[in-house]
């Protein structure tokens, strides 16, 4: 019983090859229009590139002289651990009206920057090392490096003002990495996309040839 199964089995997977083997054209068609349609996307896809900065955020310890002298009480969290510091400068970050403040400034500068205050950069809090990253992923380089350099500038101009309001605690940041633009584009991936294309198309041809078999059966059957 088994072996006939295995007969079976194995004589459907000669029909399927046979029934491919007979409609190869059809197969090759969709494949060829597939592959050059992928091709097509990727290569008219603009590139873009990636401009990015990390910085670490800690409070200025030179004010610990001055706390001991006057006996003010200041929590041992506030001093040793940075991690609350770090949320502030990523909350502020990534808050509409700081994002408004740097696509201002950027009008300012130049003109044309069709861009969304969401789209001028993304920001993420890497937890385990504590740090801060600013990404800004365009087609035009200087535009994203130039992102960068005045969100770090009106970075440091909040910063400034909110120092003024405590005169024991002084949050700054420490840049790890300045803003540096990729050499080569981070998208679009043009092999991922005609690979893609390629496995999309093969199914279709597939589709395309049982459709079509299924037509040819129906019709002979119809003319018996």
């Known amino acids: 019983m088994e072996n006939r199964t295995i007969i079976e089995d194995e ?22 229009i597939g592959v050059a349609i992928s091709v097509g996307l990727a ?11 990390i910085m670490f955020a800690n409070p200025s310890f030179d004010f610990l002289e001055e706390v001991k002298e006057k006996n003010i009480i200041v929590s041992v969290g506030d001093i040793k651990n940075n991690t609350s510091e770090s949320n502030i400068i ?6 509409y009206n700081f994002r408004k403040q740097v696509k201002d400034a950027l009008l300012r500068e ?12 993304k920001v993420e809090l890497n937890k385990k090392e504590n740090t801060i990253v600013v990404r800004s992923e ?4 200087e535009l ?22 405590n005169k024991y605690y002084q949050l700054t940041i420490r840049i790890i990495e300045e803003p540096t633009i990729w ?3 981070v998208s ?10 390629f496995l999309i198309s093969l199914f279709l041809g597939i589709a395309l040839v049982f459709i079509v078999e299924s037509f040819e059966n129906y019709k002979r059957f119809r003319e018996r």
């Open 11 to 32: 004589i459907s997977l000669y029909e399927i090859l046979l029934i491919l083997k007979k409609h190869i054209r059809y197969l090759i068609t969709i494949l060829l």
């Open 43 to 53: 290569l008219l896809m603009p590139n873009k590139y990636r401009a990015e900065m």
């Open 90 to 95: 990523f909350s502020l970050l990534d808050s």
């Open 110 to 121: 130049r003109q044309g920057i069709d861009l969304t205050e969401s789209e001028l950069y």
């Open 138 to 141: 365009l087609t035009d380089k």
């Open 144 to 165: 994203a490096k130039s992102i960068l350099k005045t969100t770090l500038n009106i970075l440091q101009n909040n910063l400034m003002e909110l120092n003024k309001a």
């Open 183 to 185: 050499d080569k584009p």
């Open 188 to 197: 679009p991936k043009r092999p991922l996309i005609i690979a893609v294309g």
